[in-house]
Nanobody, 123 residues
Framework: QVELVESGGRLVQAGGSLRLSCAAS????????MGWFRQAPGKERELVAA???????YYANSVKGRFTISRDNAKASLYLQMNSLKPEDTAVYYC?????????????????WGQGTRVTVAP
C-alpha cells in the first residue's frame, strides 16, 4: 500500500507562484513513476506533469514553461513548482504514483492517489 499526502495548495493572485509537495510512504518510492493531476469543477481529471523513476519528465502543453515537476527520492517526496499562475489553473491537484518506472498519461494507469490539495488563482 502507498500513502500520498499533498500540501501547499492555497489562494494566490494571478501571476503568482506556488509549490506543491507530496510526501509518499509505503512503497519503494524511487522505483515509481509519479505525477500531478488536476481536476477543475465540471471538468475531467487531467495530467499536469509526470516524472519517471529515472527523472524523465512530461508536461501538459498548458503548463509547459510555467510548471516544474521534481522528486527527491531520499525524502520520498514529489514537488510541483508552479509559476505565472493563471485563473484557469484553479483546480484540486492530486499527487499520484504508479506501479511502474515509466510515465503514463491517463488516470487509470496510476494506482495510488492522494486526497488532493486545492489551488485557487484569483484574477
Amino acid at each position: 500500500q502507498v500513502e500520498l499526502v499533498e500540501s501547499g495548495g492555497r489562494l494566490v493572485q494571478a501571476g503568482g507562484s506556488l509549490r506543491l509537495s507530496c510526501a509518499a510512504s509505503g512503497r519503494t518510492f524511487s522505483r515509481s513513476a509519479m505525477g500531478w493531476f488536476r481536476q477543475a469543477p465540471g471538468k475531467e481529471r487531467e495530467l499536469v506533469a509526470a516524472i519517471s523513476s529515472g527523472g524523465n519528465t512530461y508536461y501538459a502543453n498548458s503548463v509547459k514553461g510555467r510548471f516544474t515537476i521534481s522528486r527527491d527520492n531520499a525524502k520520498a517526496s514529489l514537488y510541483l513548482q508552479m509559476n505565472s499562475l493563471k485563473p484557469e489553473d484553479t483546480a484540486v491537484y492530486y499527487c499520484t504514483a504508479r506501479s511502474g518506472v515509466a510515465v503514463r498519461t491517463t488516470p487509470n494507469e496510476y494506482q495510488y492517489w492522494g486526497q488532493g490539495t486545492r489551488v485557487t488563482v484569483a484574477p
